[in-house]
């Protein structure tokens, strides 16, 4: 398939993106304001606009709205804070589906604080993050397992970001991973994408994209050295997809090892590149069948998203554009 063909065939897919649904506060200070505080001496930053876009797998829901997919639901877990509201606010502002989003008392929202200076427009202070570390509820667990076997159904392609970092506080709990390996398992057909950053290894059936650190840092955790074949096949991979940066990716199948050069760009900023990578990947590989194509078209989205600033999307006009271009 044509690129022209692979974003018209995007506008009719039906994709849920079920995970670490997170928000990304964009936080503009002047360090003019930067005044020590009467009651504590310490500096204060006075910060003077902010901007908030969804995050981790809100970005992949994001990226895959931008590229004009039929429809787009997340599935995750959010606080009953105003950190929640701003975040269902910037998911309906983009034409995001949170309806099966759920609402806990028992846990904050996933929240990215980028401080920004604005003189310079870099982000030169510590990130601060809203994070849980106790893991969900039983109840809240059962909640999500229930709602992606609903939601399941009706979905052509299912996209896990698996973010959290801590060792507990995640959506991708054990038993949602498991029901995750189940739907891989009895559901050949369907397109299961998953991204994990701490546990990728514990993933099966799936196509599994981790970049090359997270894919090294997997094999070692699983057999003490790093052989990306042998993960493979130890996780019984549909296929597994290790991201490059701009030198493109390997895509291990079952044929053996392909490398699938990226585009060469002059990158402002890479961060969720790997979520545009996944969002267009994932629909070109349901759209095609082809693993190698998935990734050719992933770096081709990735290398757009990576020239603007923050978590970038890249629209079907831009894809067609950079398409053109090589």
Not at 134 to 153: F, Y
Not at 234 to 257: E, F, K, Q, W
Request: negative net charge; proline residues 3%.
């Amino acid at each position: 398939m044509t690129v022209s063909e692979i974003l018209e065939g995007i506008k009719g897919l039906r994709v849920l993106v079920i995970g670490d649904v997170c928000l990304d506060r964009w936080c503009w200070y002047d360090p003019a304001t930067s005044e020590p505080s009467r009651e504590t001496g310490l500096p204060r930053l006075g910060v003077i606009r902010t901007e908030v876009t969804p995050g981790a797998g809100g970005t992949i829901a994001n990226n895959l709205k931008t590229l004009g997919a039929g429809t787009v639901d997340v599935l995750g877990v959010v606080g009953c804070d105003g950190f929640g509201w701003e975040l269902l606010g910037a998911l309906g502002a983009r034409g995001i589906g949170s309806d099966l989003l759920i609402r806990s008392e028992e846990a904050c929202t996933f929240t990215y604080t980028k401080l920004i200076n604005e003189s310079t427009g870099q982000e030169d202070r510590p990130r601060v993050d809203f994070i849980n570390t106790e893991p969900l509820s039983a109840g809240t667990e059962t909640l999500v397992i229930e709602r992606l076997a609903e939601a399941s159904l009706q979905a052509d392609v299912i996209l896990v970001s698996d973010q959290a970092e801590t060792n507990a506080g995640g959506v991708v709990t054990a038993r949602v991973r498991q029901r995750i390996n189940q739907l891989a398992s009895s559901h050949p057909e369907k397109v299961i994408w998953v991204d994990s950053r701490r546990r990728a290894e514990l993933f099966s059936r799936v196509v599994l994209k981790p970049n090359e650190d997270e894919a090294a840092d997997a094999c070692r955790r699983a057999f003490g050295t790093v052989d990306l074949e042998r993960l493979r096949k130890s996780c019984h991979l549909r296929s597994l997809i290790v991201t490059r940066g701009d030198r493109g990716a390997d895509v291990i199948n079952p044929d053996g090892t392909h490398f699938v050069p990226g585009r060469r760009v002059t990158a402002v900023d890479i961060c969720g590149a790997g979520d545009s990578f996944s969002a267009g990947g994932a629909c070109a590989l349901a759209l095609t069948g082809s693993d190698i194509e998935a990734a050719r078209f992933g770096n081709l989205v990735a290398s757009i998203t990576v020239t603007k600033k923050g978590t970038g999307t890249a629209s079907a006009a831009e894809v067609l554009e950079a398409a053109a271009s090589e």
